[in-house]
C-alpha cells in the first residue's frame, strides 16, 4: 500500500475544495487549481480533510492514490501559499532582468536570450543575477525553471550558467600543465 497515498490533507481555513465528476477543483486566496483524477482512485472530502481512496486494488492503483494525493495536497499548498523558485545567473556578465512576460537573460551568447515566461507564473529579479519565479503550481513554477536552466547549464570548471539556488556544483580541476 502506499505509504504517502494513505495520509489525509487537512484543507486549511480559506481554501474551498469542490470534487466533482473526477476532477477536483481547489480555490484559494491566490487563485484556482483544477486538476482530473483517474477513475481508480476515488477522493473524499469531510470535515475538511481530504482523503484518497482506493476503488479498485492493485499495485499500478496504489501508485496513482499516492500520485493524486501528492497532486491534491500541491494544489491546496499552492492556492493557500504559493510556490517559489530561485535561480542564479553566474558568470562574468552574467546578468538577468525582466520586463512584463518576458524574462532576458545576458549569459554569453552573441545576443541576449529572451524566454517568455507562462501567464501562471511571475518573475522577479534581485540584483541582475538572482531570478525569483512564483506561482501557484508547483508542477509549472519547476518546468519554467527548468527550462531557464537549460539556456545555459552550469560548467564544472568555472561554474557559469543558470543553476538552482540549492544546487552543488561539483567542480572538475582543469587542464593541467603539461611540461615538455
Known sequence: MSRIGKQPISVPAGVKVDLSDQQVTVTGTKGTLKREI?????VVL???VITVNNRVEGKK????RGLTRSLINNMVIGV???FKRVLLVEGVGYKASVSGSV???????????EYKLPKEVSASIDGNTKIVLESID?????LTAAQIRMIRKPEPYKG???RYEDEHIVRKAGKAGATA
Open 160 to 162: 557559469k550558467g543558470i
Open 80 to 82: 493557500s501559499d504559493g
Open 61 to 64: 492503483v496504489n501508485a496513482f
Open 103 to 113: 524574462l532576458t537573460l545576458n549569459v554569453g551568447y552573441s545576443n541576449p536570450v
Open 138 to 142: 508547483k508542477e509549472l513554477v519547476g
Open 38 to 42: 483517474i477513475p481508480d482512485v476515488e
Open 46 to 48: 469531510e470535515d475538511n
